[in-house]
């Protein structure tokens, strides 16, 4: 079984996963500010924020409400494309982002507050893994007493997704940062070739004695999240709970929740609002039925698509059985 829960060692923590985490983000959301008052009363656990947002002023840092904060690189705001949830709705246009920009937050983050800085991302760049691991350790350098995650990402502007031989070349290395990030698009173009490059993943790490977290970036649904944990991944976040309401185990759109749960009468913004903190609460359920599966290894621990998640890990056996 690749499912499990990890501690995350800080002077604040531990802290357990899995994690299942609400992000906030300008791109398609243009009054955070305004979601983050709503929901200060609501998220308790972890958040993910990015620094790009606090830089171009889209977002005051936030009141201390969340007992993990992930502060984002930024990556996702300074690049035009889409994630797999994201429906399409407004026109993004990127401002200026930098790696002087990204220092000067990671700088005025108030050191007292439990964090993970996540290593510098953007569009237009792109390493050898190599290359990633050394820049994200010379950064992190600057910054102690924060949990440190690398995100790993393609190697050429060609590459569409990441490359796991490269990653797995240097896997010891990965050791050297708390967590370990790949966004869910590239890692690869259906879900059981991602689940199969977790699994793979997570199986190198462990047998380098690597016993560190995977964070898949953009994935937080009543589906896709389940089965990248039932692979070996650990936390999860995306904006999902923003664009959709989670219902009866999936993501639907948030006006026919509206309608079946409220009635057709209820307005819209009353409907968005009820629909963010209805999805946090599933959150907070769905989490609770990850973790009973952990410690009884018995899907059945699952409301919803028990059958289902039982045989896409037998799907995924049998395609990492082929692989070897």
Known sequence: MLARRLQIQHDAGPFWTLMLVPSLSSKGFQEIDKIVGFMEEIITDQLLISAYDL????????AEFAELTFLDSGGYEASIERDLADLGYGEHVPKRW????????FSSWPKDRPTVVVSYDHP???RAVPDQVAVAVELFEGYPGFITEILLKPETRKQKLVQLDSIVEQVRKLGQ???VGLTEKELGGSIIERMTAIAKLRRAMDAAGVIRPIHVFGSLDPVSSPLYFLA???IFDGLSWLRLAYMNGLAVYRQNFGALTFGVREHERSVALRSYASNIYYLADLRAQMEKYVLTGDFDQFKDHASF?????????VKLGEEK
């Open 124 to 126: 237009s760049l792109r």
């Open 98 to 105: 930098d790696k002087t920009m990204l220092d000067g937050v």
């Open 177 to 179: 940062f708390d967590i």
């Open 232 to 234: 070996g991944a650990d």
């Open 309 to 317: 998640f039982r045989d896409q890990v037998t799907d995924l056996e």
């Open 55 to 62: 830089h171009h002023g889209h977002m005051a840092v936030p």
